[in-house]
């Protein structure tokens, strides 16, 4: 005689209600892994500068406004190319944020003087007076 098989109700048992975190683990390891993956990518692009050398110099104050010129006459304000003749708005769009701003400009050493002085000409007329020059220390 054949038997009757008795199926299993899903009714007789009771729901889940936990949450599964597994595949939220999952996720969140992946994600991990792209960013490790992806972050020396984000890092910004640096000018090759070659610092003048002195053997005396001081630390600057640590709020500074970053100026880079380089051996072609380029600027970049803050980590990002700018023109020269827009360095005065940058600064004082700066200064708002923070009023106590030092510039510290960095020049290539084979840069051109009168690129040097048109930059602190655009820092001073910007309002700023607190400015240094980056040297590397012998």
């Known amino acids: 005689m054949a038997s009757k098989i008795q199926n299993s109700n899903q009714d007789d048992m009771p729901p889940i209600s936990e949450i599964n975190v597994t595949p ?24 090759s500068v070659n610092l003048p050398k002195a053997s005396s110099g001081e630390k600057s104050a640590s709020q500074s406004i970053s100026i ?8 970049q304000f803050m980590g990002k190319p700018i ?9 004082k769009a700066a200064l708002l944020q923070n009023s106590n701003s030092q ?12 690129d040097v002085v048109r930059v602190m000409d655009e820092v001073k007329k910007a309002g700023l007076s607190r400015f240094a020059i980056q040297i590397q220390r012998n």
């Open 24 to 47: 939220f683990v999952d996720v969140v390891l992946v994600l991990l892994v792209i960013f490790m993956v992806t972050a020396p990518m984000l890092v910004r692009e640096q000018m």
């Open 68 to 75: 880079v010129i380089d051996k072609e006459g380029k600027v």
């Open 83 to 91: 023109a020269a003749t827009e360095i005065a708005a940058a600064i």
């Open 103 to 114: 510039a510290v400009i960095s020049a290539d050493e084979s840069t051109k003087h009168g």
